[in-house]
């Protein structure tokens, strides 16, 4: 089985610039997570789709943040613009029924 | 009372010894509460999980211990080895059965085994 693949892996932007993150779920995972995980920290959830609606989005910061996953598959995760308190790993997870997620490998984000 | 706290933040334990990372959680409706172990440069990845109608659950050399009168439950790495070097992270959620689970994750523990 392929595992949650993520691109890029790096990113470096300046402050105020734009970028944008991709994510391919485990194939039938249904639910789909962005969790942005800060240096030092746990992962904290962004946004959560159930196939291609979202579910819960309560945490991502709407004025700058910006996600969708069409034809319930992949999923891109947007910032415009960035601020230097965005920089940290953004981890993409899929899961199935009662099985636990499944992370990528993130993409590691610096805003310089 | 979404919070689930863990502690120590890092830990050092000899090879063969026993690793032991607690968390407690507020919110009586998490349901389900697994482990992941975070390797640098990876994502985290499951390592197991239990639900509280169990007060212990055993796979190999892990363990988790669950205390729901006290809402704590913990993680416990018999004969641990330099390769369970990594970062450990406790998860709390509730709902689920339809694959929908949201995690509160704990600030993570970081562990390192000397040889």
């Known amino acids: 089985e392929a595992g949650v693949a993520q691109s890029p892996r790096y990113k470096i ?7 944008a993150f991709w994510c391919n779920p485990i194939s039938g995972h249904a639910t789909l997570y962005w969790y942005q995980q800060i240096l030092g920290q746990g992962p904290k959830l962004l946004i959560q789709f159930q196939n291609n609606g ?34 940290a790993v953004y981890l993409c997870a899929s899961s199935f029924g009662d099985d636990g997620y499944t992370f990528g490998s993130g993409t590691r984000l610096t805003v310089v | 009372q979404q919070q689930v706290k863990q502690s120590p933040q890092s830990l050092i334990v000899q090879k063969g010894g026993i690793s032991i990372i ?9 349901d389900y509460f697994p482990w992941y172990q975070q390797f640098p440069g990876k994502g985290p990845a499951l ?8 007060s212990e659950k055993k796979e190999g050399r892990f363990t988790i211990s669950f205390n729901k009168s006290a ?11 330099p390769g369970d070097s990594a970062t450990y992270f406790c998860a709390a959620s509730s709902g689920g059965g339809s694959g929908t689970y949201k995690y509160i994750f704990g600030t993570g523990t970081r562990l390192k085994v000397l040889a």
């Open chain 2, 47 to 54: 390592l197991i999980a239990i639900r509280p109608d169990v």
């Open chain 1, 54 to 87: 979202v579910v819960d989005d309560s945490q991502l910061p709407k004025d700058r943040f910006s996600a969708e996953r069409l034809k319930g598959v992949d999923s891109t995760l947007k910032i415009q613009p960035a601020k230097l308190e965005d920089s």
């Open chain 1, 13 to 19: 932007i300046e402050k105020r610039q734009s970028v």
């Open chain 2, 22 to 30: 607690n968390c407690a959680y507020e919110n009586t409706a998490f």
């Open chain 2, 71 to 81: 809402k704590q439950f913990s993680l416990h790495i018999m004969d641990s080895q």
